[in-house]
């Protein structure tokens, strides 16, 4: 136990590090900046069209609609961390951090449209069927004497895009609503393992379909899942109507004061909340480009416009949903709550009959359809590693590793998740810093055809 105790602290403290410094903050924030000024906003402009580009019908079998893969980066980053994740951001930064997720969030769509164009752009073709990444990209863009640093990114990608956290949280809000202590066998352990083995039992059913099942119950799950999700914070927000607009105007004005929890500066109220959108949106991380890298469409270009569409429900919509919540309902008031336990709290104040279950309900969609996207990325990165016919092997270690994030704790999950995103960041932000003209000279063929 002390080797696991000491690995433990190791990868606490390495994550706390590495997002508390200013370096990766940084690359993520000023790369988000330097491509809206080399781009001029534009894919912003153009960001209504992309819903137009996702209602196109194609009935190929190359691999994934634009609609599917959009749905698939939706239902793999509108998760947990939009509610447990917000509420995390709120008790450590207060609400001010919320509009550092707002900030990062509108960079992070124009990080996104360049790093989706050019996984379209290198990806290669496997079986009829197309592969790419940050990993291609470093490899077909960059050169081989880049591939190091592809080969870190992969590793930290089966260990970041795990499903720890979300099986983390599904235990957790099982047992606040329903186990409420009287655990199983009258031990938390095996009675958070036995809710891990019925996770891993739902999820293999799925994931051992593959990516093409993987998109069809996606694109059926994500748009469900936060539509019933807006209408129930819509319904909190209707009985606390009086607190809304108050609670708007204290994210903006609380984000410029020395409220955080953690450093008492503005300063640390951004990393929070660059920390915490990076986890939600996962914009400049290098995910997205995985999923997009697999859709039918022939241009870069397009399924770069596509893919804005991510951190824009993710966090300008369902994140800010969350916070109001949380808000409005004074809940973030009450140190006795966080993560989870602060939104349930929300819910049960404002609905005390049924409002646990419905957050239940949410969670576990929530969390469910996240994991049936998570273990694509994953396999994508162990086929770079080991040969594509060592990909579906991940499956296997996917599988196991939601028992392990079942019986961990909160603070070492997020942690894990934390510091390998952070790693992941620089490979996938350089080599697009790096290739940005070459996105930059299709894009400008494409917006004047669009015109």
Same mark, same amino acid.
């Given at each position: ?174 047992? !606040? ?100 959108? $990076? ?27 596509? $893919? ?37 709290? !929300? ?25 049936? $996207? ?78």
């Amino acid at each position: 136990m002390d080797l696991v105790t000491s690995l433990s602290n190791l990868i606490i403290s390495s994550a706390d590090f590495l997002w508390n410094g200013p370096i990766l903050i940084s690359l993520l924030i000023g790369g988000g900046i330097y491509f809206s000024v080399r781009s001029r906003l534009t894919p912003l402009f153009y960001f209504k069209h992309s819903f137009k580009l996702i209602s196109k019908k194609d009935n190929s079998q190359k691999g994934l609609s634009s609609f599917e893969s959009a749905s698939s980066q939706i239902a793999g980053i509108v998760g947990m961390g939009n509610i447990s994740g917000v509420a995390i951001a709120i008790s450590l930064g207060g609400p001010g951090a919320i509009f550092w997720m707002w900030i990062t969030a509108l960079f992070g769509m124009v990080t996104k449209f360049y790093t989706c164009s050019l996984a379209v752009l290198y990806r290669k073709k496997v079986d009829n069927k197309f592969y790419g990444g940050p990993m291609i990209v470093i490899s077909k863009g960059l050169g081989r004497k880049w591939k190091p640093m592809a080969i870190i990114f992969c590793f930290f990608g089966m260990l970041g895009v795990s499903p720890i956290f979300q099986s983390n949280q599904i235990v957790e809000v099982v047992n !606040a609503v329903i186990i409420k202590e009287n655990f199983l066998f009258d031990d938390k352990f095996y009675n958070d393992l036995i809710i891990g083995v019925f996770i891993v039992i739902l999820v293999s059913s799925v994931i051992l379909g593959g990516i093409k099942r993987i998109g069809k119950v996606a694109s059926k799950i994500a748009p469900i899942m936060v539509l019933v999700y807006m209408v129930m914070v819509f319904y909190i927000m209707v009985i606390h109507y009086d607190m809304v607009l108050p609670s708007l105007i204290l994210i903006v004005t609380d984000a410029f004061t020395a409220n955080s929890v953690l450093g008492g500066s503005i300063g640390s109220i951004i990393l929070i909340g660059a920390r915490r959108a $990076s986890f939600s949106n996962e914009a400049g991380i290098g995910t997205a480009p995985i999923i997009h890298a697999s859709s039918k469409t022939e241009n870069p270009i397009e399924e770069g416009i596509v $893919s804005m569409i991510g951190p824009f429900v993710d966090t300008i919509i369902v994140c800010t949903l969350t916070a109001l919540c949380v808000l409005v309902t004074d809940s973030w008031t009450n140190y006795n709550y966080a993560g989870i336990e602060m939104v349930n709290y !929300a819910f049960s104040s404002s609905m005390p009959s049924f409002g646990p279950y419905v957050l239940l309900f949410t969670t576990l969609t929530f969390a469910i359809s996240t994991l049936f $996207s998570l273990s694509f990325f994953g396999e994508r990165c162990t086929a770079f590693l080991f040969g594509e016919k060592h990909g579906p092997h991940y499956r296997v270690l996917y599988l196991i590793l939601i028992l392990i994030g079942s019986v961990s704790s909160l603070k070492f999950v997020i942690s894990l998740i934390d510091l390998s995103y952070g790693i992941m960041a620089f490979p996938t932000l350089i080599s697009a810093l790096i290739l940005a003209p070459k996105v930059d000279k299709m894009a400008k063929d494409y917006f004047k055809k669009l015109n």
